[in-house]
């Protein structure tokens, strides 16, 4: 800006330097020529006065004096051109002047803005250098970790190197071995043969034990007899003789009434209130039936068998019914597509009363383990 500044100086300078010397030069001609014309016209005048008007030479100064007067206006024409002309370049040096000043503001507002630009650009710049060098102290520390990590993982594969070592030498130790058992196999092919074939032959009994064991296993069968029982309390009148295993003996067509009578064969609690009778199946069985054979040695005005009324009826803990009037016979069966799985057999009189029975008949499928039931 400040070249520009000076460029236009420099050249409006020069404009006004060159039109005041031209100025200059055409009133110094202008002045010479008005002395020169003074001077032809005094000279016109003393001629004028010493020699005769009728003179041969008369007609030659009124000549000259018109030449110099016509040179003169052509001086004076030429110097009010170049007064103009001076105006003129004057103005132009003005205005190229004003259009320096102008150019120079500009110039000016450019150079702050390009300060401002330039404080900007420094502050960015700084920013970033910061936020590269926070950058490059991360990336530093990152590079520290990852040499220690290059370090561990080194050590791990030297270890690893041993490990493969070692696992190499019991390669071929195995190796050695399985070349053994394989000249043992060759030199025993014949014994090997003898026991597959004891093997396929062991497969097919084996085969055969499950499909009977399935058979057996879906056959409903009675599985309460001469398992083991208990009950609440036992009745000791007449000498005792009232077990509870008498439930499960195989006797239940006939009882006397008589009770010191040894074919007396029923089981027998106290005259109180929940008096239970259980039977214990011995495993896991699939209930289908349970008969009751209820207890025939009295009459009127009490019947023995109303005594059972009230009694509940449980396969483990599912309720297979409840005896709700006095019958010598009770059967509850269990619907086929109610599959009921047991370990037990529970009879539950929760009124008080006796509870004695002849006989108690479970029948049902099985045994089965916890994850082998199917229905």
């Known amino acids: 800006s400040s070249g520009i500044n000076a460029e236009y100086g420099d050249s409006s300078v020069q404009l006004i330097s060159i039109g005041v010397s031209r100025y200059q030069q ?50 004076r024409e030429e110097a009010q051109q170049m007064r103009s002309d001076a105006y003129d370049t004057m103005s ?3 205005q190229v002047k004003e259009e320096a000043l102008a150019s120079r503001e500009e ?30 102290q991360e990336i530093r520390n990152t590079l520290n970790s990852v040499t220690g990590r290059i370090g561990e993982v080194e050590g791990k594969v030297d270890s690893l190197g041993e490990r493969l070592a ?13 070349n053994t058992v394989q000249e043992m196999v060759e030199s ?24 009977r064991q399935e058979v057996l296993m879906s056959e409903v069968r009675l599985i309460s007899l001469y398992k083991m029982t208990d009950q609440s ?19 239940f067509v006939y009882s006397h009434w008589a009770p010191d009578t040894p074919v007396r064969t029923i089981t027998h609690t106290l005259n109180t209130a929940d008096q239970k009778l259980w039977i214990d199946l011995g495993g896991l069985f699939r209930i289908h039936r349970v008969k009751i054979w209820n207890a025939r040695h009295c009459g009127t005005p009490w019947p023995c068998r109303d005594r059972f009324v009230g009694t509940h009826v449980y396969a ?20 086929e597509d109610d599959a009921t799985y047991a370990r037990s057999v529970t009879l539950h009189q929760v009124r008080a009363m006796y509870l004695h029975v002849s006989e108690v008949q479970v029948w ?8 082998d039931k199917f229905a």
């Open 26 to 75: 055409t009133m110094l001609r202008l002045v010479v020529v008005v002395v020169v014309f003074e001077c032809l016209a005094a000279q016109d005048t003393s001629v004028s006065l010493s020699k005769d008007p009728a003179s041969s030479d008369k007609d030659a100064v009124p000549d000259t004096l018109y030449d110099v007067r016509e040179e003169a206006r052509l001086i």
């Open 166 to 178: 070692a696992l190499e030498g019991a390669m071929e130790v195995s190796v050695e071995k399985s």
């Open 233 to 251: 309390t036992m009745n000791l009148g007449g000498g005792g003789g009232h077990g509870s295993d008498l439930a499960v003996d195989g006797q």
């Open 188 to 211: 025993n092919g014949d014994l090997i043969t003898g026991v597959r074939s004891e093997v396929q032959a062991n497969r097919l009994m084996t085969a055969s034990i499950k499909s």
């Open 107 to 136: 110039a000016m507002e450019e150079r702050s803005e390009l300060q401002l630009s330039i404080v900007e650009t420094l502050s960015l710049l700084r920013g970033q250098a910061t936020a590269t060098s926070l950058y490059l």
């Open 92 to 94: 132009k040096a003005f």
């Open 364 to 371: 049902g499928t099985g045994p089965f383990s916890e994850d």
């Open 316 to 335: 483990g803990e599912r309720l297979l019914g409840v005896a709700t009037s006095g019958e010598f016979i009770y059967d509850y069966k269990v619907a």
